[in-house]
């Protein structure tokens, strides 16, 4: 994933995007880059890996190495940005924020055509920002090439780039899957991911773009350079894990999402009668606690943190690419509560399960502390389908998900003929599902929220909203 912010003023907009760019710390581990522009001394940028030092002690010396009237700032966990771009179209800087899954076809059509090159890195491949700027490059102006980029891309890209006269042009991708805010204060104009990063910043909040929607972002205000199209797919996982709890998207505020998600998950329950002998109902933190809270409020029973996360050394939210890495570290963070462990049957709300491995080690220690019993909820459906549009489970194969894994040991390949089936609590592929899953990792029940009632707590039309890796549906 990912997160960029820029500002445009008529004084100096390096502490903003320093602070600005900070607060997108949660949706990437991996570089963390800032490029700027000052009327003396022009475009100027610099990168630094974040995996193991945070954003704000890699980058907290930039006051005194950058200046500028204007800025963009970016997390990333994946390639190095901003990069700057020397071109057709001008000299520029340039983040986004996406997947390219055609990536190799457009690269092999760039340099058929063009005859140029792409500067390499580790293994051959190519920094897809640079790929995004290739093919701006190919036309007359940012509008149209930016245009052209994304109609190409086979994915998703929300693009920001920083001109060489201090204006900023923000894109957010044709299908809206990811959100791109505009915010104004006194002689100031920023862009951003997260809409909270405007309010700490004391930005208003004036727009936020449309799907395909493209601005040019200047201290005195805002030109639209692309309308924005009447199709929308904006991603589910924005409310249900990867977003920030004082973000809204569409209007609609992740934590009152999370906890609207949990009571309907606590009332299926309750129809269902899978509410009963629970001493306490918990978070697996930090994303599934909301959830749980909402679960607790509906249901009455009491809400307890029956594990805490140790936050001092293991803060951020993302974990390392590696597996093995994330089983240590999953290990490390968790401190148990003993009272509130032993002899007691516990219910777990997880915001989603993907492979299993870390829900496993969780379980293995509550049962280690002495836990009862655990039960678990997942706060979306079973996850059925990689991601193709963003990174969540996009390094997983599709037979690393643990549904599909349970599925194809159940029935075969003809059993993903039968993916909504088994997604259904009601029917008797589902019920295999859930029984099988609580099989392997010791679990007393497991359910999942339905595709209905984490739409119903969004509160967005289904058909705007991307729910590939439920339902497989783009």
Avoid at 106 to 113: A, E, G, N, P, V
Avoid at 179 to 192: L, N, R, W, Y
Avoid at 239 to 268: D, F, H, K, L, Q
Avoid at 418 to 434: A, M, P, Q, V
């Amino acid at each position: 994933m990912g997160g960029f912010f820029g500002a445009v003023g008529n004084r100096d907009a390096i502490a903003d995007v320093f602070f600005g760019t900070d607060y997108h710390s949660h949706l990437g581990t991996r570089r963390g880059g800032i490029a700027a522009w000052d009327k003396g001394i022009g475009l100027q940028r610099e990168i630094h890996s974040i995996e193991n030092s945070p954003f704000r002690t890699r980058f907290e010396h930039v006051f005194e190495v950058m200046r500028g009237t204007a800025a963009i700032g970016c997390i990333s966990d994946y390639d190095p940005q901003p990069l700057l771009i020397r071109s057709r179209v001008g000299i520029y800087a340039i983040c986004m924020v996406g997947v390219i899954n055609n990536a190799q076809k457009l690269i092999d059509d760039y340099l058929s055509i063009t005859g140029c090159h792409f500067d390499a890195m580790t293994g051959g491949s190519v920094n897809s920002t640079e790929l995004v700027a290739a093919l701006i490059n190919q036309k007359s102006d940012f509008t149209e090439g930016i245009r052209f980029a994304q109609e190409s891309i086979e994915g998703t890209a929300n693009i920001l780039i920083l001109k060489n006269d201090g204006t900023l042009i923000a894109a957010r991708d044709k299908l809206g899957r990811l959100p791109v805010f505009i915010g104004k204060k006194d002689g100031m104009q920023a862009v951003s991911f997260e809409n909270f990063t405007l309010q700490k910043l004391e930005y208003k909040q004036e727009k936020e773009l449309g799907p395909g929607e493209i601005v040019q972002v200047c201290a005195d205000g805002i030109t639209q350079l692309q309308p924005p199209g009447e199709k929308m797919r904006i991603c589910s996982f924005l409310w249900s894990y990867y977003g920030y709890p004082t973000s809204c998207y569409e209007g609609v505020n992740v934590e009152v999402m999370r906890y609207r998600n949990g009571a309907i998950m606590a009332e299926t329950d309750r129809r269902t009668g899978k509410d009963t002998g629970i001493d306490y109902v918990g978070g697996v933190p930090d994303s599934g606690t909301p959830h749980a809270i909402g679960y607790s409020n509906k249901s009455g029973i009491h809400f307890a943190r029956a594990f805490i996360k140790y936050t001092p050394t293991w803060a951020r939210s993302f974990m390392p690419p590696q597996q093995t890495e994330r089983n240590q570290i999953a290990k490390m963070k968790q401190i148990p509560v003993p009272e509130l462990i032993e002899n007691q049957s516990l219910l777990f709300v997880d915001d989603s399960i993907v492979r299993g491995t870390q829900l496993r080690e969780t379980v293995e220690f509550l049962y280690n502390n002495g836990a009862k019993a655990v039960h678990i909820r997942s706060a979306c459906p079973p996850i059925m389908f990689g991601c193709k549009y963003l990174n969540f489970s996009r390094a997983t194969g599709d037979m690393e998900l643990i549904a599909r894994r349970i599925i194809h040991r159940l029935e075969g390949d003809a059993g993903f003929a039968h993916i909504e089936e088994y997604s259904d609590s009601s029917t008797e592929r589902g019920r295999r599902l859930r029984d099988a899953i609580c099989e392997e990792l010791h679990l007393a029940s497991l359910e999942f929220q339905s595709l209905e009632g984490i739409v119903e707590a969004i509160g967005i039309p289904c058909e705007n909203l991307c729910t590939y890796c439920w339902n497989g549906k783009e």
